[in-house]
Each structure stands twice: as C-alpha cells, then as structure tokens.
C-alpha cells in the first residue's frame, strides 16, 4: 500500500502538531505577527509568507465562565487567556476548581488527552497539573 502524499489542511497540521505534544502556532515571516487559529493567510495582511514555530505557552486569562453541567457531569470553565506572544486562545484551565479561575491568572499551556483526542489547555503556573 501507498503512503498518502496528500498535504495535510491547516487544522490538520495544528492537529498533528498537538497530536505529538507540540503547541505549535503560525505567524508571518516578513511581520512576525503570530496569530491563533490557524489559517491560510495571515489576518488583516492576507500574507500567505507563514511559518509554525513553538511559543512559550506562557499566558493571562482575559475572561472567564463556568459551565454548569447536569449531574452528574463535573462544571467545567471556559477561558480567553492572551498568550505572551499576542495572540488570545478560547481553552479550558486545568488544575484548579472551575469557580477559582480569576482574569489576571498566569497560565501555562499544556497538551491533555481528553476522550483520546490531544486538546490544548493551560494550568495555573508553577502547577504540577
């Protein structure tokens, strides 16, 4: 059998990336803006000129909500943290109790595998988590 030549779409590669416990992110070589989704063209440029590269995964909640589930799920929060290198990530925090996630909070990112998908999250820092 052959092996499939096919290039992978952006969400694919972001994918593959988190899939080998890489947090990688896209930004325009000729700007050096990073940017978070990943896409084709760089936003508001429509530079195609980009490149992956791994941030620091240091970041700061910029807001934050609880999700309260029916039981006998677990409440779970969902949160805009601004990464170090500008972009803002919508992600989970991990680590702590939903209801403690406060904006301000430093994060750091971390790969999780939740229902055998690997998933983008951030704990608190210094948390071993």
Known sequence: MSEDKTPLGID??????????RFMLQRSRKSGRAFY????????????????FAPS???????TTVVRTRPPAEPYN???VDLEEGPRVTTRVVGIPPSD???????????????????????????AA
């Open 12 to 21: 694919a590669q972001f994918q593959r990336h988190l899939d080998e416990g």
């Open 37 to 52: 989704y990943p896409r084709v063209a760089e936003p508001g440029t429509g530079a195609t000129d980009l490149e992956w």
């Open 57 to 63: 995964g240091r970041g700061v909640v910029y807001s």
């Open 78 to 80: 969902v949160a805009l």
């Open 101 to 127: 996630v406060r904006i301000g909070l430093k994060v750091q990112a971390r790969i999780e595998q939740v229902d055998g998908k690997a998933l983008l999250v951030f704990a608190p820092e210094g948390s």
